[in-house]
Every structure is written in C-alpha cells, then in structure tokens.
C-alpha cells in the first residue's frame, strides 16, 4: 500500500492508514500481531476474510483462526519471535533454525553519531555502550549499580563509556553521574536512528530488558542485560551472543507493575555490581576471541576507583 506519508512520519494517523488500506480493497486480511491497532486496521479493511490467532484480543472478530502458539510449537514456552512465526510453522513453510532479525541503520544517522564520537575522542568501534533505563522500575538496576559498573569497566578494558537514554530519561542520567567517580559521556537527545548507529557501533552493549536492549540483539552487538521481573523465555535477547545476569526467585518472573512479593523488587535490586562486570569480562573475551583479537586487559581483581 502507498500512502502520502509513511508511518510514524508527522502527520501520519492510524485513521490515514485506516482509510490506506480500505481502498485497496484486499480481500483477505491475517493479523500477525493481536493488538488493539491490528485488530482496529484488520476491521477497517472490509476484507471478506479476516484471519487471526485463536488467543487475540475480540478473536471472534476473525472469522478463521490459526491455532494457538503453544499448540504450533508443542510447548508452553513460546518466545516472542517464535510467536510472530506461528503462521509460517504451521503452514509447514521451512524457517531456518538461525532466524535473526534484522535492524537497519540509516547512513546519515551513521555519519552524524561518527562525528560526534570523533569530536568526543571515541574511535569507532573503541567503546561500551549503556542503556540503564526500563519501561518498568522493576525491570530497572539501580543507578548506583550501573555507575560502579561504568568506572570498573572503563578501569578494566581502558575504553571510555557512553550512557544512553531517551530524552525524558535524562534525570536518570544525571543521578548515575553525580555517583560515579570516574568521566563518562551521558546522551539523553539522540534521535531513535541515531540511537541504532550508536549500539551497531560499540564494543559492548549493557542494559535492562529494554527496547535498545532488543535493538542491540538485532545488531549482533554482544550484550549483557541486567534481567528483572519479566519472563526470560519470553523477552531473552534474541539472535546474538549475550549474557545474562538474573536472580532465581521463585516469585519470577511477573507482571512488573508492581511487587506483590517483597514491596521492593528484590529479583534486580538484589544483583551485584561484581555479578555484572564479571558478565562483561566474559562477553568481551568470547568477543575478542571470534574477532581474533585481543581486546581483553589483563586479569585480576578490580576494585571500584575512589572518587
């Protein structure tokens, strides 16, 4: 379908797409997603056949289904890259078991954050990338953690750090800055595209489970995520090497909007700093080892650096 203006661009409204898609006049439509936007843009159509998964929102809209995941794949456990693959798997179409997804990066966007790194004194390539935020305060480490593991990072390898965030994120950049001693560069105004340039570029990317955490998987970046109270089977980084730094509560995982357990979320606020660079040293030597390089500095017991 052409439109005027593509989604997400100024101006662009689901009504737009709504009245896009209608005068195609498609006579099938499948929903791969469930939502509520799908769901509004499948109706919206006027498709004689509109085909959806047995488990989505309003399903008796759809007047043919597929069946559930669960029952697709023969497992409870369904991640949620396998779920979008429902249809293909049991239209028996062959997927390859290495199916990665994909990101791409806009040249513009690389070459304003190449500058930017190089009026910084970054090389490309030469830095460690962290998102400390989450959508949920109990898919977040705490900032201090995240500040100690920045200086014992930038310690330990000799690379300089760069912290990420959306721009009404900056406040949690702020607080990570006044508690750590040592320098570090803090960018809550890059634009998403940007953001992309900036993950493809670095040498390792620390997060939550977070959307430039996924992002990063996509990327092929290796990753360590500092996991929370969100279902590892589900939302684990998918496509890329990657550690995990998690707990083992028997409360986990749940909703997140709350801790109906402990008050506090004990599954990331109990995680350690030690726990998390510990991670980061063996992601960089499995790193520096498919290189063939050798990134990694010496070995030994780090302490945090006194401010």
């Known amino acids: 379908m052409r439109s005027r203006q593509a989604p997400g661009a100024p101006g662009w409204s ?8 209608r005068r195609r006049r498609y006579p099938v439509v499948l929903n791969l997603h469930g939502g509520t936007t799908s769901l509004f843009l499948s109706l919206a159509s ?12 309003a399903s008796w809209c759809y007047n043919a289904h597929i069946p559930h995941s669960s029952a697709v794949w023969g497992r409870g456990k369904i991640h949620t890259i396998e779920h979008q693959l429902t249809l293909a798997r049991w239209l028996r179409i062959p997927i390859a ?59 330990r390898f000799s690379l300089p750090v760069v912290f990420s965030a959306g721009s009404r994120e900056s406040a949690v950049l702020e607080r990570i800055r006044s508690q750590a001693c040592r ?13 992309f340039a900036l ?25 360590v995520v500092v996991w929370g109270s969100s279902d590892y089977d589900v939302w ?44 980061c040293e063996r992601m960089m030597s499995r790193s520096a080892a498919a290189s063939g390089g050798n990134n990694v500095a010496s070995s030994g017991s780090i302490p945090p650096c006194a401010p």
């Open 14 to 21: 689901k009504s737009e797409a709504a009245r896009g898609i």
């Open 97 to 155: 078991d290495a199916a990665r997804p994909n990101l791409f990066v806009a040249e513009d966007a690389r070459r304003d954050v190449g500058v930017r790194l190089s009026e910084s004194g970054i090389r490309p390539n030469g830095y460690v990338l962290i998102q400390p935020t989450a959508t949920l305060f109990t898919k977040q480490w705490p900032e201090h953690g995240f500040a100690e593991l920045a200086d014992r990072l930038a310690q």
């Open 183 to 195: 320098r570090h560069m803090y960018w809550s105004d890059l634009p998403l595209q940007a953001l």
């Open 236 to 279: 684990r980084p998918w496509g890329t090497d990657n550690e995990i730094v998690r707990s083992a509560l028997p409360c986990m995982p749940c909703p997140g909007y709350s801790c109906e357990e402990h008050g506090d979320p004990r599954c990331i606020l109990d995680i350690g700093a030690d726990a998390v660079l510990e991670a």
């Open 46 to 57: 006027g498709a004689g056949r509109r085909i959806g998964q047995r488990g989505f929102r």
């Open 199 to 223: 993950i493809e570029g670095c040498r390792l990317f620390v997060g939550n489970d977070s959307g430039p955490t996924h992002a990063a998987a996509a990327l092929r970046r290796p990753l």
